[in-house]
Every structure is written in structure tokens, then in C-alpha cells.
């Protein structure tokens, strides 16, 4: 599992690029991350309100939550999570929340 | 400077990712419709291009007096493990649907008309069928706002160029 420098730190990513450990995340990390996986940036607030979601959804289930949780609970709508991270919200959101890939299929 | 995905994988090239499917949804059976609509959904959450076709019964899905009546095929449905004699009674097909959809609700997932219009909003591409349309005298009034056009199986072909198609 390579090891990676993201803004000055040490983070270790599984094979898939997601972060093995949550905890090595921080916040300077997510619009390095965003820019490297295609999210537009800067950041916009909304960015940021999916991004902490992600993180609280996995600290408190285990697992970041699916395209429609997010459209239904985070405050976002479908059609702007799309809009924010363009190929795939989940998945994208979860690169720069560090966390890993949410399982779900809908 | 590589990517997070490109660092992963250095070296290793992997097979070509799927970067666009057509989706055909041809039949109105509540089991028929769900499949192709988990594979458009899945497909856009994966940054997948995707459209969605619906012909003949399965343009149930995209009609408004329909698409909130679509029920389970409980006769000659061999999967459904019940008798066929069994699946005929009056009332079974209604019970075993609301079963479905209980516990379609129970895990969360979207009934049909709902995610229909979820996917739609995920920027995928939604199409009636111009013959299917043609056979069953359906006015374009009668599908959701959500269908982004009526088009021939030749623009189906013309959309799907380049994709993978799925026929469900």
C-alpha cells in the first residue's frame, strides 16, 4: 500500500487511492486532493459542507454514505452533488474527506 | 506530482474503464425495471456517462398514471419460488409488490418514480421509444418531464456510440 505526501504529511492510500486511515486526514489535505481527482476548485462552502458530512456519516456508521444519503441528508441536492464533484460524488467526495470508498449501490 | 488513483497503480495499466453505457429497460415488471436502473445509477455514481431507453413496457416506468403502479410478476415467475397456480389468485401480485416495496423502504432504497428522477438528476440521459410510443398511443405529455426526447432505435444506436449497450 503506498505511502503518499499530501500537503507535508505522510498518508498511507490502499490500491484505489483511498485513505487507509481517516484519522491522517486534514482539512489542508482536501483541496490538494480535490484538485488531483477533478473536483473543481477552489473549495466552495458546499464543497466543504458534503466533505464534513462524509467524514461525520463514517465516524458514526463505519462507512461514508451513498449518492442518494448524501442528496437526502446532507443538505445538497442530487443535481448539485453532481455539479460539485463531477464523476461520481460519493466516490469523489470520499478521496477528499479521506475516508474510503463508500459500498452501497444505490 | 501522480495522482492519488495514478499512484495506486503505477506500473500497472489494468483494463480500460467502461466510459459510457446505454441502458435498454424494456419490460414493466417491478424486478425488470429496478435492474436497469441500479445499473444507470451505479454507472453515473462511477462518473460513467449514462442514458436510459425504455421501450415497450418498460416505458411504465417513465409514464405518469404508471409508473407508481408497477407491481411484481408473480405467474410464470419461476424465481419467486411460488406455485403458478398459486401466483394467479386475485390480489397476489398486489401483496407480493407491497411486500417488495416494504422492504425496498426498509433498506432505504428509492421506490421507482422517485429514482427515476434521482438519476435523472445525476445528469444521465433519459429516452422513450418513438415506436413503442407509436404502438401504445402515448402522447408526450403523458411521460415525465424528465424524458429528454422520444427517439428511433437509429438514434439510440447513434447515442450509444462508443459505450457499452445493456439489454434489460
Known amino acids: 500500500m503506498p505511502n503518499k505526501l499530501i500537503a507535508d504529511r505522510e498518508v498511507e492510500l490502499n490500491d484505489e487511492g483511498f ?13 490538494v486532493i480535490a ?39 446532507s443538505g445538497v441536492t442530487t443535481k448539485e452533488l453532481f455539479q460539485l464533484f463531477p464523476k461520481g460524488p460519493a466516490k469523489l467526495a470520499a478521496y477528499c474527506a479521506g475516508i474510503p470508498k463508500p459500498r452501497g449501490c444505490i | 506530482m501522480t495522482s492519488a488513483t495514478e499512484s495506486a497503480t503505477a506500473g500497472d ?20 425495471i429496478y435492474p436497469g436502473l441500479i445499473m444507470a445509477n451505479g454507472a453515473r455514481n462511477e462518473g460513467i ?10 416505458m411504465d416506468a417513465i409514464h405518469k398514471q404508471r409508473h407508481d403502479h ?16 398459486a401466483g394467479g389468485f386475485p390480489g397476489v401480485s398486489a401483496l407480493m409488490t407491497k411486500y417488495m416495496e416494504r422492504q425496498i423502504e426498509k433498506l432505504d432504497f428509492p421506490g421507482i418514480a422517485e429514482f427515476v428522477e ?10 422513450a421509444c418513438q415506436a413503442s410510443v407509436d ?19 437509429g438514434e439510440f444506436y447513434e447515442m450509444a456510440a462508443g459505450g457499452q449497450i445493456i439489454f434489460t
Request: hydrophobic letters at 40%.
Open chain 1, 19 to 31: 485513505f487507509v486511515d481517516p484519522t491522517q486526514w486534514t482539512a489542508e489535505m482536501a483541496p
Open chain 2, 135 to 153: 404502438l401504445f398511443g402515448v402522447d408526450r405529455d403523458d411521460l415525465i418531464e424528465q424524458v429528454d426526447d422520444i427517439i428511433t432505435v
Open chain 2, 13 to 32: 495499466t489494468g483494463p480500460e474503464p467502461i466510459e459510457k453505457v446505454s441502458i435498454i429497460v424494456s419490460k414493466g415488471a417491478l424486478e425488470d
Open chain 1, 35 to 73: 484538485e488531483e481527482v477533478g473536483v473543481p476548485t477552489p473549495l466552495t462552502d458546499q464543497h466543504w459542507l458534503v466533505i464534513d458530512f462524509m467524514r461525520k456519516e463514517y465516524f458514526e456508521n463505519g462507512t461514508g454514505p451513498t449518492v442518494r444519503k448524501l442528496g437526502k441528508a
Open chain 2, 49 to 58: 456517462e449514462a442514458n436510459l431507453f425504455f421501450t415497450f413496457f418498460g
Open chain 2, 70 to 85: 408497477i407491481k411484481v410478476a408473480t405467474v410464470g415467475n419461476p424465481g419467486l419460488h411460488i406455485p403458478t397456480w
Open chain 2, 118 to 127: 434521482m438519476i435523472s438528476d445525476t445528469g444521465a440521459g433519459l429516452y
